[in-house]
């Protein structure tokens, strides 16, 4: 190799190591810039996605029967994370949310409809940026003369997710609910008139048409005479109805020329759905709602709070209105050692039958049950008996069937009329266990013990007298402004006498056995309908078929129907 070679050679050694420095060195510095760029772009997506946007489904809940909620609103409901409402008519459907809702109040927009759309629709972007699900509540439908398209193109615009549940429009529901169909053979067309902040041309209108007028209230007597203007017949059938589905419905009709003297003469206020044609006509055969046996009474309820849904929802089906006053409030025996010995003596086998005269007996025995890790195989061997189909089927909860219902009357009494005698020879034991009510009557045990049993009555819980009820009530109560109070126990009786007073002599009085009726007639109360057998849905039910005849009989004498608290008399009720 020639010297010139050798420093050739050696100069490319020595570049090759340069450069293979020099790589080593970018990678290095390509490592670095990378390790530290990674962290800051995860932390810039990190920071970008906080917490996603929430989603909203705006709901339509119907126009005020809360029954009109339908299934997909339900069930939205029971998802969601808040819940933006417009105030205390929407109250009813927070029942199907879960515990720990956030309730957001909607009602605090004031000012035009433009300006009240607007503040909502920022609420409903508000809520929906810092909670996941989101229920937006609207009455009626959604995207029927509602704001829900308003506030879901708010949404759109914030990049927020949305659904829509129909609901029932007042434009059709409200009609209905007053007996008025707005279509028929030979009447096929409806026009529906938003009135609200709106300047409309009505010269347009057909008059050979149903016409549906919404927010018209305030401008009514200008928009008949518009429409009489435009060639409407000035008595053409008019039907205006306000507090529409609910049991505060009320339905006054006249003509176009004599519809505003009319609402003035019955004093019905408040925003009506009004509908204008010949469809009107058929309310008088086809209405439905305002014609239930009950409609629109004002029905105290004295009972225990925990007890009283299910008859507030039977009275509520004929059309009442219920309230509930808390007469009597069920608490624990002061003595728990009587309850405990018996059922150790139940467990050992000291019984050969065990009586249930109510539900609060059964509940009482089963938390006890509960208290000592107890469940339905301790009943083994022992003969079960029940008073009333609901003791019968608290029992039936826990996987048994009475041995012993009464076949007449649900009573004590009852119950003692089909008891079988003690035998020697087919009774092992002779001894009862009988967990009540500390005020029970002795009729139950007096009976068992003549037929030759001996009994142990327990008081397994105790019933209260409730603090009394606010003075606008007992007012009411004592001036005859309820139209019927329905008792379901001797103690509400004289509970409520006892904190509020007697009923006035106008109230319908309906109890649900005979029990009930004599304490009633011995507080000086005349009864007008007992239930068929001791069950609060029978109870409604008597009471509803009081309310019919009564209804009957004022249609057949050609009076005007009115509820027992406008028809007053000036005595108290005497039996």
Same mark, same amino acid.
């Given at each position: ?63 005020? +029967?809360?029954?009109? %909620? ?5 069930? !939205? @409901?029971? =998802? #969601?994370?808040? /819940?933006?409402? *417009? ?113 409309? +041309?009505?010269?347009? %209108? ?5 016409? !549906? @007028?919404? =927010? #018209?209230?305030? /401008?009514?007597? *200008? ?353």
């Amino acid at each position: 190799m020639t010297p010139a070679q050798g420093t050739t050679t050696a100069a490319k050694n020595t570049a090759h190591r340069t450069s293979r420095k020099t790589t080593r060195a970018k990678a290095d510095v390509s490592a670095k810039t990378a390790a530290t760029a990674v962290p800051q772009k995860a932390a810039t997506s990190t920071a970008k996605q906080t917490k996603p946007l929430g989603h909203v489904t705006f709901v339509g809940v119907g126009p005020g +029967d809360p029954a009109l %909620l339908t299934l997909a609103g339900r069930d !939205v @409901l029971a =998802n #969601a994370d808040a /819940v933006v409402v *417009e105030g205390p008519e929407h109250d009813a459907f927070l029942t199907y949310c879960r515990p720990g809702v956030e309730i957001v109040d909607g009602s605090g927009a004031e000012g035009s409809r433009a300006l009240r759309v607007a503040a909502r629709a920022r609420l409903v972007v508000k809520t929906a940026k810092s909670a996941a699900n989101v229920v937006r509540l609207l009455t009626g439908d959604p995207f029927t003369f509602s704001s829900g398209a308003e506030e879901a193109a708010a949404c759109k615009k914030a990049g927020i997710g949305f659904n829509v549940v129909p609901g029932v429009s007042e434009v059709s529901a409200v009609p209905t609910y007053a007996g008025i169909p707005l279509t028929m053979k030979g009447d096929r067309e409806v026009t529906v008139v938003d009135l609200a902040e709106n300047k409309l +041309d009505l010269s347009r %209108l057909q008059p050979k048409q149903t016409l !549906v @007028l919404l =927010n #018209a209230s305030e /401008v009514l007597k *200008e928009t008949v005479g518009a429409l009489v203007e435009a060639g409407f017949d000035a008595s053409t059938p008019v039907a205006a109805t306000v507090c529409g589905t609910t049991t505060s419905q009320t339905s006054v009709v006249g003509t176009l020329e004599t519809i505003v003297t009319d609402l003035r003469a019955a004093k019905v206020t408040g925003e009506a759905v009004i509908v204008i044609g010949a469809v009107v006509e058929q309310r008088e055969a086809l209405s439905w709602f305002e014609t239930k046996p009950l409609f629109g009474w004002r029905i105290l309820v004295p009972r225990t709070k925990d007890q009283a849904g299910p008859l507030m929802d039977r009275l509520r089906r004929y059309g009442a209105m219920p309230e509930e006053v808390p007469t009597i409030s069920v608490e624990p025996p002061r003595n728990p050692q009587q309850m405990d010995k018996a059922i150790r003596g139940l467990v050992e086998g000291r019984y050969e039958w065990v009586a249930f005269t109510s539900v609060n007996a059964v509940k009482a025995v089963r938390e006890k049950f509960d208290e000592y890790g107890l469940d339905a195989r301790a009943f083994s061997g022992l003969k079960i008996a029940a008073v009333g189909d609901k003791t019968a089927e608290a029992i039936g909860a826990w996987g048994i069937r009475p041995d012993l219902i009464p076949s007449g009357e649900q009573s004590a009494a009852g119950l003692v009329e089909d008891w079988p005698p003690f035998d020697e020879v087919l009774d092992p034991i002779n001894r009862v266990f009988l967990p009540r009510a500390d005020i029970a009557t002795e009729t139950l045990v007096a009976g068992l013990t003549d037929l030759g049993w001996e009994v142990d009555d327990v008081t397994a819980y105790r019933t209260v007298r409730a603090a009394p009820p606010p003075a606008p009530t007992r007012e009411a109560i004592k001036s005859g402004k309820f139209d019927a109070v329905v008792f379901t126990s001797s103690s509400t009786v004289r509970n409520l006498v006892g904190i509020a007073g007697k009923p006035h002599a106008s109230t319908v009085i309906g109890v649900i056995g005979p029990a009930t009726l004599k304490t009633a007639e011995e507080h000086g109360l005349r009864v007008d309908a007992m239930a068929e057998s001791p069950s609060v849905e029978e109870l409604a039910d008597a009471l509803a078929r009081f309310g019919a005849d009564r209804r009957d009989t004022m249609v057949e004498a050609g009076e005007p129907v009115t509820r027992p608290s406008e028809r007053r008399s000036g005595s108290r009720r005497k039996s």
